[in-house]
């Protein structure tokens, strides 16, 4: 049976290779994607190889992950649980897209990961599988294994695996252009501080305060200080720009599909950069009956991707309505950068709602105050004709009757 293997280079993922060819007789062909976690790929090709890969590919996946995978994350500001913004869960159906494509192309029947038991990526993995190519078997070999951290070491030296993992390196990490997860180790007593060593992204490099404004052309970012970029190295400048200033670090305990509760430690200076000042942008740029659905809206969205249904019918028509709503999110937003601090001090848009004649006390105030009174008692009708039937205005006339008061 010819599988391909969502191969990272890690651990797992390389005894993988050789733990289903000699315990199921596969042939694996390895597919490694490049999302902006960066790595020597030449390295980790040959190393599938010598792990006994029958081929080995990477796909530059780096412009279309931005594309099509963040910024429909950042139109629609989803935030998992209102805060994360679904780094790794970003990554995993463009993953698997790309190992449906080449199972196609190799005659594969299967497809595989290397993840455990108790995530949420074998959901994703397999969930976004089923979707796309429904005729594909999906293995998990970790699942299957029942091996420690300790003995997949053991088995990668016996096997003459060159991996780079050890016992002592405790964290597991997963990262891509919108962000680095870190897990494991004493974090996971919830009641731990993250050791200062774990962040990477967002080490205080900045202590002079500074202004950046990014440019957005309907919800998507498409500039910084003016200077117009692909959205890709827009992610990329902004994650140095923001974390130099230690800004974009998450410490959460989070509700994990698989019914567990997780403590993780993400950063994502850019990404929560991104999403902070485009939410700014629609309270200037949409009507307030579409910005409050579409506020209702992004919880739902986000949990859709954190529990790997990218490619579901619902996610798929809220892609439309969210598309819709990004229709005049065109502006700018400026932020300011101080250490351990991102926020917004400004925006602007060509077609902003804002209308200074109608918000303004002074004397260029353009608001008919005198239409506010028959607007406010028409609002409050059915509110006063409840109070007087049904509730305290009635009680009250009823307590007066009681009394013989008029």
């Known amino acids: 049976m010819k599988v391909v293997l969502a191969y990272s280079g890690g651990l797992d993922t390389s005894v993988c290779v050789r733990w289903m060819i000699e315990e199921w007789g596969c042939e694996v062909i390895t597919l490694s994607a490049d999302v902006g976690q960066g790595g020597d790929w030449e390295a980790i090709k040959a190393r599938a190889i010598s792990a006994g890969a029958i081929a080995a590919e990477v796909v530059d996946c780096r412009e279309e992950f931005a ?29 698997t897209k790309h190992m449906v494509a080449a ?14 038991g108790k995530g949420n990526d074998q959901v994703r ?18 699942r299957e294994w029942g091996m420690t951290r300790e003995e997949s070491i053991d088995y990668a030296a016996k096997h003459n695996i060159e991996i780079t993992a050890s016992v002592e390196k405790i964290y597991s990490i997963d990262d891509n252009l919108f962000g680095r997860a870190i897990e494991c180790g004493e974090m996971e007593d919830p009641w731990n501080r993250p050791p200062e060593g774990v962040w990477e992204m967002t080490k205080v490099t900045a202590s002079e305060p500074m202004e950046v404004t990014v440019g957005f052309a309907e919800g998507v970012p498409v500039s910084i200080d003016g200077v117009e970029k692909p959205l890709y190295q827009l992610i990329g400048d902004l994650n140095e720009t923001v974390g130099a200033y230690g800004f974009g670090r998450l410490d959460m305990v989070e509700s994990r599909r698989v019914g567990i509760k997780s403590r993780e430690t993400y950063e994502s200076p850019a990404g929560l950069a991104l999403i902070m000042a485009h939410r700014d942008l629609e309270t200037i740029t949409q009507e307030r009956d579409l910005h409050h659905e579409k506020l209702r809206l992004e919880h739902r969205y986000a949990e859709l991707v954190y529990d790997g249904l990218w490619f579901s019918p619902l996610k798929e028509a809220l892609d439309s309505f969210i598309e819709s709503s990004q229709r005049f999110v065109t502006g700018e937003v400026r932020l300011r ?17 804002y209308d200074y004649g109608l918000a303004t006390y002074d004397a ?6 005198t239409d506010s009174e028959g607007f406010v008692r028409l609002w409050g009708l059915g509110t006063q004709t409840w109070s007087a039937v049904q509730g305290p ?14």
């Open 125 to 142: 993995f397999e969930v976004s599988t089923r979707a796309l190519a429904p005729d594909l078997d999906v293995l998990a070999p970790v």
């Open 67 to 95: 594309r099509d995978y963040c910024a429909p994350i950042i139109a629609a500001n989803a935030l998992y649980e209102g805060q994360y913004p679904l780094v790794s869960a970003l990554s995993r159906p463009l993953i």
């Open 393 to 406: 205005g009635a009680i009250e006339a009823a307590e007066k009757a009681g009394n013989g008061t008029s």
């Open 364 to 369: 260029a105030d353009t608001f008919r105050h």
């Open 337 to 353: 950068l101080e250490p351990n601090r991102c926020f917004v001090v400004g925006r602007r848009g060509p077609q902003s709602l």
């Open 103 to 116: 199972a196609r192309k190799h005659g594969a029947t299967a497809v595989a990961h290397g993840c455990t």
